[in-house]
């Protein structure tokens, strides 16, 4: 989809996009950058759900700290270093889960340049959500948890339900359209296969899911529902127009160089639209 002002990718999309989309030199900076910012994640979440950081921002905002109930006892060395109650020690491998999927996904997948400043801002973005999801956990007026955190509750089941799936959709559909790629007989081709034969961005559908799910399992229904209507509306709005707005620039691009050298990449943009009307759901699969 062209962008309305028939402008191109680089004059409306590209300040909208949040990589440096056909720029794939390395970046060991910027990658150390969301790296280093990623991990520091955990530790910060493990202080408000262990230590009682933001407290006192809750209390002077008229909550009540949500007291923790009794320590998870797995009789391994988790139990001294964590001391956090089932359900809290879920939410925190929450926070860890995500954490290393991005730095892998970062680490080996990800081909584009992150600038520093993108590394870090996607870090922080991250980390926000995150204390988000452990603040109002801890907060008794709107944790999810209902009867002192005893052991399973339906909002911890359901979030940590799509949790799960989410990032197996996620992580699963991008080692696959990984491997595709990494084959250089692959060149040029469209990935229509695997998990992306279900939508075309079912990566930002998996994304979606365990966000929501993190975000049941520690606020409950209503701060699910706002975290799925805010990552809904941002992928639907932006994050699919842009790589639209890119991919199809891409095809006009291609189509137009004759030099025999580029023979496959000529042929991308047949492929991507056989790929649209061979999978026509760009974002859920079988609804839209």
Known sequence: MSAPTGKSYDETSRNKDNIRRGIKDP???GTACFVGSRALDPFLQYGILAKGFG????????????????????????????????YRSIIFGMSVGSMLKQNIHCATIMQEQMPPQFGLAVGAFNSFFNSLNSLFFVCAQTSASTNGEHFPQTPLI??????????????????????????????GQVYEGGLFGLS??????????????????????????????????????????????????????LRKQLHMSYANDSQYGEKYEHYKTAVPYKFVPFVY
């Open 27 to 29: 970046s060991p900076i």
């Open 55 to 86: 407290g006192n921002v809750i209390e002077k905002l008229g909550g009540q700290v949500l007291p923790q109930g009794p320590a998870l006892i797995t009789n391994t060395p988790l139990d001294s270093l964590l001391g956090l109650s089932p």
């Open 158 to 187: 359901v979030g940590s339900s799509l949790y799960v799936i989410g990032m197996a959709l996620e992580f699963g559909s991008e080692i696959q359209r990984h491997a595709f790629k990494k084959d250089k007989k692959n060149k």
């Open 200 to 253: 075309r961005h079912i990566n930002y559908f998996g994304y979606t899911l365990w966000r929501t799910g993190y975000a049941i399992a520690s606020g409950g229904w209503t701060w699910g529902a706002v975290t799925a209507s805010w990552f809904v509306g941002d992928f639907t709005l932006r994050g699919i127009p842009v790589l639209q707005h890119y991919l199809e620039e891409r095809v006009s691009r």
